[in-house]
């Protein structure tokens, strides 16, 4: 807000600030489609850089075990237990589903919204049981195909705690991006902004 005064004649702005109000709620978000989650493999990130720097990289193709393969790509907590998902692709499904489906401009939502983490980047993936092992054809580019075995989580929920600037969002905006988030671009792979159909989700509203 600006406010005019004049000095010797001369018309000055007097800029004023409103005060941060920051506000919390918590939603629920539930799964309506298996989740995927991919984490890069410590090993995959050594060799991209082994790679990058002039490296050997992969030239010879080493065997591949399966189950190390789908455990290194799970999100565990610092417990090495605890399953979870990263915050950040969930806040990137909101920001995409703003400006274009509804007004909201994205960069209102990346900075007048952010998601608690539970650890590190992390959010706790709320799940009934251990997650089953996929076996997937991928395609790598220049025609070559390959296969990735990744964690396919059926049933799952993520609680949410969102703190959010009050003089750019409110609840009932936030809700709304969040169910048209978790309808048409959704998180993990293969999600529906990937042209998949997994990683859909709905706020949980107790029905």
């Known amino acids: 807000m600006a406010a005019a005064k004049k000095k010797d004649g001369v018309e000055q702005q007097t800029i ?10 918590g939603v629920r978000i539930v799964g309506l489609s298996p989740l995927i989650t991919h984490k890069w493999a410590a090993k995959s990130i050594l060799q991209m850089e082994s790679r990058q720097q002039g490296g050997e990289g992969t030239k010879i193709r080493e065997v591949r075990n399966p189950e190390d393969e789908f455990e290194a790509a799970k999100y565990y907590f610092a417990d090495g237990k605890t399953l979870g998902f990263p915050l950040t692709s969930i806040k990137n499904a909101i920001v995409a589903v703003a400006h274009v489906d509804t007004g909201v401009p994205r960069t209102i939502v990346r900075r007048g919204l952010f998601i608690h983490a539970d650890d590190g980047i992390l959010v706790k993936l709320d799940i009934p049981s251990e997650p089953k092992m996929r076996t997937d054809m991928v395609r790598i580019g220049r025609g070559a195909s ?3 075995y990744r964690p396919e989580h059926v049933d799952w929920a993520i609680d949410l705690v969102i703190d959010y600037d009050t003089a750019l969002l409110n609840p009932t905006t936030i809700f709304n991006l969040i169910e048209r ?3 048409g671009i959704g998180i993990g792979e293969w999600r529906p902004e990937k042209d998949g159909e997994m990683g859909r989700f709905r706020i949980d509203r107790g029905q």
């Not at 004023?16 to 709620?25: A, M, P, Y």
């Open 146 to 148: 390959d296969l990735r």
């Open 16 to 25: 004023k600030i409103s005060e941060l109000n920051i506000e919390t709620v």
């Open 181 to 183: 988030a978790g309808f």
